[in-house]
């Protein structure tokens, strides 16, 4: 079956314009999943949701960020006001219940210019 | 500062070595995961060992889980020029639903 997807795969902005990245996670896993990579870095963990909810929002860096998920399915993190520290990778992974396997959407690269 | 930590931060082998790299943690868990990351882009999940247990095999991957000294290893048997990628291993502190992940292993196998 298909796996999760994220989209655009690539997204160049200028500083200060929002932008919106989706992800499609595996149908019927709850619990979804937003990290962020800067180069040769760890897995910075951002939100996540187990189903719509999202219990956990600690790990979003500032309230230029924030992440819906509707219909226990798709999640949109969007970031307003874009800063050059934003670029990064963003990645997306989904779960059939927390504290499971995940798995992981090819990411998006963002480039704030 | 991470829960997980791998070690080394890079490895460079021979095709046909072994590869092993470690985990440590700082807090009690539920489990370890350990997944493969090729090119900066998607991870990929390899194995998951309870907290309970104390090795898993998947193919040519052995881990093995120490909660006394709170490490995990990933060996990786006669290993090919594919398996050129970075590691990482996730861990879920008790009464967490958050994976933490280490800054990964940078494997390079040469043919």
């Known amino acids: ?26 149908s019927g896993h709850t619990a979804l999943y937003w990290y962020r990579q800067s180069l040769g870095q760890g897995l910075e963990f951002l939100i996540y949701f187990q189903g719509n909810s999202a219990p956990d929002k600690s790990g979003l860096p500032s309230d230029r960020f924030s992440a819906e998920r509707t219909g226990g399915s798709v999640s949109t993190l969007t970031i307003q006001r874009t800063q050059q520290e934003d670029s990064a990778v963003y990645l997306c992974a989904s779960s059939i219940r927390t504290n499971g396997e995940q798995y992981f959407g090819p990411g998006t690269r963002l480039t704030v210019t | 500062s991470q829960q997980g930590e791998e070690d080394p931060q890079a490895l460079s082998i021979q095709e046909g070595e072994n590869a092993t790299m470690n985990c440590s943690y700082k807090t009690s868990i ?3 995961q350990w997944y493969r990351q090729n090119s900066g882009r998607g991870l990929v999940h390899l194995i998951l060992i309870r907290s309970n247990e104390r090795e898993k095999h998947s193919g040519r991957l052995r881990v093995t889980l120490d909660t006394s000294k709170k490490s995990s290893s990933l060996l990786i048997t006669a290993s090919r020029a ?4 970075s590691y990482f291993c996730a861990t ?18 040469h043919p």
């Not at chain 1, 079956?1 to 595996?26: F, H, M, W, Y």
Request: proline share 6%; glycine share 12%.
């Open chain 1, 1 to 26: 079956g298909a796996g999760v997807s994220q989209s655009p795969s690539n997204k160049v902005t200028e500083k200060g314009k929002d932008v919106e990245l989706r992800c499609d996670p595996i």
């Open chain 2, 92 to 109: 879920d502190a008790m009464g967490s639903y958050i994976p933490t992940f280490g800054r990964g292993t940078s494997l390079i196998v």
């Open chain 2, 30 to 32: 539920n489990n370890l």
């Open chain 2, 82 to 85: 594919a398996d050129t990628a």
